[in-house]
């Protein structure tokens, strides 16, 4: 007969694949009606250059040598996939599920509760804010970047210091951002009022050197750089701040007033501080660049799992199970139904100039074509959609040039309007 024990570890562990499988079913509820999107501007340009070029010309171009991962994944995917965009979508949703499996461990092994850290997980599937880096392939070196992050923090939690190390330089060539790992590190330490600086932090330095070494040996080639794309200013805080409310909205703006009236001690709003502190850290890189007012959505992908952490234990705080669960429930509804109704007209917008091409394009022998309005400044993304129409090449794709300097060329314009291409063959 089996033991008590043993009938509770296969209960436990039903358990926990059944929790598994919903945190599946909500990545897939959320992130399915991007399935048809198709490819979006950059998106060619990256799949060429990973399955032409070569990930290795890559290691000496900057700021791309730090995606090496994302080319890595876009030259696999291209091989096995074949183009099939609806596949590299399923894969990124699927990289996000997994992302939601480690921030539920990270938060068990720092000692929260079952619940909550199941709460938060289950949060984070749904939530909409970071969605830009679900539903655009070429963000996803942001989900790598949190995949090898979060990988990192759960070995160095578990004492597994040399692999984390090896996975911390996975990290960084995912994105330079991977950085703040070691600030969250130390700040984890200081939290559990632990000693911070200890040999085992040691074996983390060799990838920062490694890092270090290469970022300095292409600094001159790094476009971000030379182009001056960051403001060490007092503009900061307005980004920080525009960032928290569009985080903010509608969640934490329903939470505090469900605590105010549902709990009589103000312990909570005390920790106000703090939760907004652990919040801002993960956007510390990006919050000094030039191109937007905001931490664009992709960019707040790790920290919006702080904020759904943070989310997860103030709804654990409510007293009442039914206001609990109802405001569970709204959130979960809100994030899946703003995704569906809002964010995914937005990507097939934006994917129009380029789905509308490749149709186009695909529907007539090769001929020099002539795109005017093209709306992508970068003329690269127009000729790569010849990617994928059979017998086309890149030198048969014009784009926003003088008429005359193509007479033999059809001309067809882009009309942002009716999001459709006008000419005729």
């Known amino acids: 007969m089996r033991s008590i024990g043993e009938i509770g570890l296969k209960a436990n562990y039903r358990q926990s694949l059944l929790q598994a499988l919903a945190l599946a079913l909500l990545c897939v509820v959320t992130y399915a009606c991007s399935l048809d999107n198709g490819f979006i501007s950059d998106d060619y340009t990256n799949i060429e250059s990973a399955a032409k070029i070569g990930w290795r010309s890559v290691l000496?171009?900057?700021?791309?040598?730090?995606?090496?991962?994302?080319?890595?994944?876009?030259?696999?995917?291209?091989?096995?996939?074949?183009?099939?965009?609806a596949l590299f979508y399923a894969a990124n949703i699927t990289l996000h599920f997994f992302n939601c499996l480690l921030l539920w461990k990270v938060l068990l092994l720092l000692g929260r509760p079952d619940k909550e850290a199941y709460l938060a997980a289950a949060l984070f599937a749904v939530f909409q804010a970071p969605q830009e880096a679900v539903m655009w392939i070429a963000a996803m070196n942001e989900t790598l970047l949190a995949f090898f992050g979060l990988s990192?923090?759960?070995?160095?939690?578990?004492?597994?210091?040399?692999?984390?190390?090896?996975?911390?330089?996975?990290?960084?060539?995912?994105?330079?951002?991977?950085?703040?790992?070691?600030?969250?590190?130390?700040?984890?330490?200081?939290?559990?009022?632990?000693?911070?600086?200890?040999?085992?932090?040691?074996?983390?330095?060799?990838?920062?050197?490694?890092?270090?070494?290469?970022?300095?040996?292409?600094?001159?080639?790094?476009?971000?750089?030379?182009?001056?794309?960051?403001?060490?200013?007092?503009?900061?805080?307005?980004?920080?701040?525009?960032?928290?409310h569009l985080l903010f909205r509608p969640s934490f703006y329903?939470?505090?007033?469900?605590?105010?009236?549902?709990?009589?001690?103000?312990?909570?709003?005390?920790?106000?501080?703090?939760?907004?502190?652990?919040?801002?850290?993960?956007?510390?890189?990006?919050?000094f660049l030039l191109y937007s007012p905001y931490v664009p959505s992709r960019q707040v992908y790790l920290a919006s799992m702080v904020v759904t952490s943070v989310m997860a234990f103030l709804l654990c705080e409510i007293p009442h199970r039914t206001i609990q669960s109802g405001l569970v429930s709204l959130l979960i509804v809100y994030n899946v139904a703003y995704t569906w109704i809002r964010n995914d007209q937005q990507f097939?917008?934006?994917?129009?100039?380029?789905?509308?091409?490749?149709?186009?394009?695909?529907?007539?022998?090769?001929?020099?074509?002539?795109?005017?309005?093209?709306?992508?400044?970068?003329?690269?993304?127009?000729?790569?959609?010849?990617?994928?129409?059979?017998?086309?090449?890149?030198?048969?794709?014009?784009?926003?040039?003088?008429?005359e300097s193509c007479h033999e060329c059809v001309i067809f314009s882009w009309d942002a309007e009716s999001k459709t291409y006008v000419g005729h063959w």
């Open 254 to 287: 329903l939470l505090f007033p469900a605590l105010m009236l549902t709990r009589k001690e103000w312990r909570l709003f005390r920790a106000l501080p703090k939760f907004v502190f652990s919040i801002v850290v993960p956007m510390l890189p990006y919050i």
């Open 60 to 85: 000496g171009t900057a700021p791309e040598n730090f995606r090496l991962t994302s080319y890595l994944a876009y030259a696999w995917l291209e091989r096995v996939f074949d183009g099939r965009y």
């Open 348 to 403: 097939e917008n934006r994917a129009a100039p380029t789905t509308q091409l490749l149709a186009l394009i695909k529907s007539h022998q090769p001929v020099p074509v002539l795109i005017e309005r093209f709306p992508y400044a970068h003329s690269g993304i127009a000729k790569a959609v010849s990617r994928y129409a059979p017998g086309w090449s890149r030198d048969d794709i014009h784009v926003n040039e003088d008429a």
């Open 152 to 244: 990192t923090l759960v070995l160095w939690l578990k004492s597994r210091f040399y692999l984390s190390t090896v996975v911390f330089l996975l990290a960084l060539f995912s994105k330079e951002s991977a950085l703040i790992l070691l600030l969250v590190l130390i700040l984890i330490r200081y939290e559990r009022r632990q000693q911070i600086l200890t040999l085992d932090l040691v074996p983390l330095v060799v990838p920062v050197l490694v890092f270090g070494s290469v970022f300095f040996w292409t600094w001159s080639r790094n476009s971000m750089i030379q182009h001056n794309l960051y403001d060490f200013s007092p503009r900061a805080g307005l980004v920080v701040a525009r960032s928290l």
